[in-house]
């Protein structure tokens, strides 16, 4: 089960949302984060509002919508191409949803 932006428990555990259990430090979930849709920055989900109200991004200054939801942080994923072994990192899908390989 994926657990998303959990809180510790009073004994200071994080506790699965799907079974209860105890879980280990390594299995903690990362906090969520506030995407910038203008440079694609994470900012931290507790982001501080300016003097204005507005949530504004770390990066590049831009204001957060409100409608962003905050979300978990990006997690990078290796393909390594079959043909020539080359890794992508973070591959983009092609219109059929085929992962192609940025060396070959």
Known sequence: HKNVDIERDEDGDY??????????DDDAPAPSVLKCV???H???????P???G??????CGAVIPEEVAPTAPSQN????CPDCG?????P???EDGDRICEDC
């Open 15 to 24: 506790i699965c949302e799907n079974c209860g259990s105890a879980l280990e």
């Open 38 to 40: 203008d440079c694609g």
């Open 42 to 48: 994470e900012n931290p989900h507790d982001l501080e």
């Open 50 to 52: 300016d003097d204005e």
């Open 54 to 59: 507005d949530l504004v991004c770390e990066q």
């Open 77 to 80: 994923e290796e393909y390594e």
């Open 86 to 90: 080359h890794i992508t990192v973070n």
């Open 92 to 94: 983009e899908p092609d």
